[in-house]
């Protein structure tokens, strides 16, 4: 078949025009009244490499604004871009509940149907690793501690 056929309408559009790429300074968070988080996950499997940086208001653990850099392929890229969005506005805490599988269904365009194929499932994993990598970051723990041990690629 296809290859394209494989990836949903959303991968194809993040993976070319994500929303959430780019970075923020600590002159950013100033002005903002934030914490800035930068956060770095790389992947044993592939060698790609994802950074997060996060606004979060030291006062509510609200995480404000999210923005990312990768050296993924276009899932990874797509995957980032969604998780970026999906924890804006969470809790450090509400964020580290947000799985590789989150991501992959918020890229569905039919909810019976697979975002990407299950071969690129692991691009999506770094997603979740780099959301645990800043979690512990801003917490000052271990990420391993935090890390759901279910969540494998
Ligand atoms: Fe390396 Fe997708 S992130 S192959
Ligand atoms: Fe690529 Fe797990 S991150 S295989």
């Known amino acids: 078949g296809n290859i394209w056929e494989e990836y949903s309408s959303k991968v194809i559009d993040r993976m070319s025009n994500p929303?959430?790429?780019?970075e923020f300074s600590e002159e950013?968070?100033?002005k903002r009244n934030a914490?800035?988080?930068v956060a770095d996950f790389g992947s044993e499997a592939c060698g790609d490499a994802v950074r997060l940086?996060?606004?979060?208001?030291?006062k509510t653990d609200k995480i404000l604004d999210a923005r990312f850099k990768s050296f993924g392929c276009g899932t990874a890229i797509a995957s980032s871009d969604v998780m970026a969005e999906l924890t804006i506005g969470k809790t450090i805490d509400e964020a580290m509940k947000i799985t590789n599988l989150d991501v992959e269904k918020a890229l569905r365009d039919d909810p019976n149907k697979p975002a990407f194929p299950p071969q690129k499932m692991h691009c999506s994993v770094m997603a979740y690793d780099v959301i645990i990598e800043a979690a512990s970051k801003y917490k000052g723990v271990d990420p391993k501690k935090i890390k759901n041990s279910e969540i494998v690629c």
Do not use: E, T
């Open 53 to 58: 940086y996060w606004l979060v208001d030291s």
């Open 35 to 37: 914490k800035l988080v």
């Open 28 to 30: 950013d968070a100033k």
């Open 19 to 22: 929303r959430f790429l780019g």
